[in-house]
């Protein structure tokens, strides 16, 4: 397995305007870890979705959508409780407003057992999210337990702390990133969204240095459009620059985009700061479509748009 993602997929009803005024949506399928599973599977990389969904005909349509967009769904299962859903109102300047129908879902009973199903040891790379730690006390256990077992098995673990205020509590979540960091190759916190409420701080140098003192290897500090952040090892932090979008429609799922390409390029034997860089570049494709998987990059929108920031093609 080059990439396994742990969370919940989401039914999603998107609207083009604001929720207060929305009458029509489009349906489609999302939330962060089918977001990220999906922009992993599109750099060609093998990935699995572990996660449940409800004994439901959205459950089932889940299951399908993941599937045709290259997942393994092996370890995508109907369990008890509903499918979890969100309604989003589109808004380019990313002050959007989420509306979660997801208390009690299937994926919220997820705990330890659920995970070690999944062949967790001979996974390369793990990408992990707080969004999911936040769901349930079970789901909580289960991303610890599988970025020990994935980290003492020689694997990489990427974390998303992906803090959401409507889910858990900064205090709680700060807790998850402390205790997930010192399995971590890669943690990717955002700016100021994250690194407020989790680091206590939203100057980046100081973010970064927080999350290495935790125990991360490598920090990538994403800041919207002023790019990354990249700090590994005990390498000075670079600053890797964002890649403009041709059009902006929709922010939802960008942060996801960019985990899961880093995620698979680092799979797939990418080193670290080219794989970064192509985050960027799936990131911005994805501001172009509705939604969390309205517009997936390609390998070769990554090239195109990477090749175009540098003033040449990028290498293969």
Sequence with gaps: MDVMVIGEPLVEFSASTPLTEADTFHLSFSGDALNAAVAAAATGAHVA???????????ARLIRFAAAHGIDTRWMR???????????????SGERAFGYMRACS?????GPSDVAEAPLPE???L????????????CA???????????????????DPNFRSRLTTAGTAAGMLAAIAPHAALVTPSCPGDSIPLLGTDEPFAAVQVCRELGAR???????????LLADGDERPVEIPAVPARVIVDQTGAGDAFAGTVAARLALGDPLQRAVRAGTAAAAVSLEGQGGTGRV?????????????????EAP
Excluded at 49 to 59: A, H, I, N, Q, S
Excluded at 106 to 110: E, G, K, T, V
Excluded at 142 to 154: F, H, Q
Excluded at 297 to 312: F, K, M, V
């Design 297 to 313: 990059a390609t390998p070769g929108d990554i090239e195109r748009l990477l090749g175009e920031l540098s003033g040449t093609p």
């Design 78 to 92: 109907q369990g008890t409780g509903s499918t979890g859903a969100y309604a989003v109102g589109a808004d380019p």
């Design 106 to 110: 299937a994926a919220s009973r997820m």
């Design 127 to 138: 990408l992990l999210s707080g969004v999911t730690a936040a769901l349930s006390p079970s």
């Design 141 to 159: 256990h289960a991303v610890r337990y599988a970025a020990e077992i994935v980290g003492e098995a020689g694997g990489k673990v990427v974390y």
């Design 123 to 125: 996974t390369s790379v």
């Design 49 to 59: 979705l572990v996660t449940l969904v409800g004994e439901d005909e959205f459950g």
């Design 218 to 228: 490598a920090v990538a500090l994403t800041r919207g459009p002023e790019g990354v």
